[in-house]
């Protein structure tokens, strides 16, 4: 079994597009991250959830839109998708926000023409 | 801001040897966490070992041992007798608090048969 999930693990599009990644994880973790690692591989925090609440939101662009169903579930929503936002998204999750444990997904490859 | 530095993009080493990756941090906190985490070529985040601040014991993980001197905020990894899976880019991490996670630039470690 998979701790944490991410689908699709690939995906490319075009400019303009708006696109979905999915993450699930089956630890019963309370804490759920979203990381954007760019071409450099430099990684950094976009979002963070507890329970479902928002606690963490980086200068990100508001094309960017976390949403958390329930606290095994976080998904990135993408508007009007530009050349810039092409990376490799990680999910993430934690039992405990303190201790930054994080376990990752697999990641999924954004690639925008 | 906490920042955290990995002032060696490359290194090798031959199998069976030993090796260590350098890694420097910034904070002005005094409860804190410090990660090694390691990406191979499958783009999974894999963590390595773990350090908490308050100890002054420097963790080990089988061939992974860290070096973590608090006042010159210095937290280096050492593998020892290098196989070749550990072929990968290993990325410092801290976090505090907050829960979030934040990383060096990484070291892309080569391991030459």
């Known amino acids: 079994d998979t701790a944490v999930s991410q689908t699709p693990k690939y995906l490319v599009t075009q400019m303009g597009n708006d696109k979905s990644i999915k993450c699930e994880q089956n630890?019963?973790?309370?804490?759920m991250y979203w990381y954007k690692q760019d071409s450099k591989k430099f990684l950094k925090i976009m979002f963070s959830y507890n329970n479902k609440e928002l606690i963490i939101n980086e200068t990100v662009p508001n094309r960017f839109s976390p949403k958390s169903p329930d606290k095994a579930h976080l998904n990135l929503h993408i508007n009007s998708l530009e050349l810039g936002d092409s990376a490799v998204y990680f999910c993430?999750?934690?039992?405990?926000?303190?201790?930054?444990?994080?376990?990752f997904g697999e990641g999924s490859r954004l690639t925008v023409l | 801001a906490q920042t955290v530095t990995q002032s060696q993009p490359e290194m090798s080493v031959q199998e069976a040897e030993t090796v260590t990756l350098s890694c420097t941090y910034d904070?002005?906190?005094?409860?804190?966490?410090l990660f090694w985490y390691k990406q191979p070529p499958s783009r999974q985040m894999i963590l390595v070992i773990r350090q908490e601040a308050y100890k002054q014991q420097n963790a080990t993980e089988n061939r992974f041992s860290v070096n973590f001197q608090k006042a010159a905020k210095s937290f280096s990894l050492k593998i020892s007798d290098s196989q070749l899976g550990d072929a990968a880019m290993y990325f410092c991490a801290y976090s505090s608090n907050t829960g979030k996670l934040i990383f060096g630039q990484g070291t892309t470690l080569q391991v030459k048969p």
């Open positions: 904070t002005s906190e005094s409860d804190y966490y």
């Open positions: 630890l019963g973790h309370d804490t």
């Open positions: 993430a999750s934690s039992q405990a926000r303190s201790t930054g444990e994080l376990f």
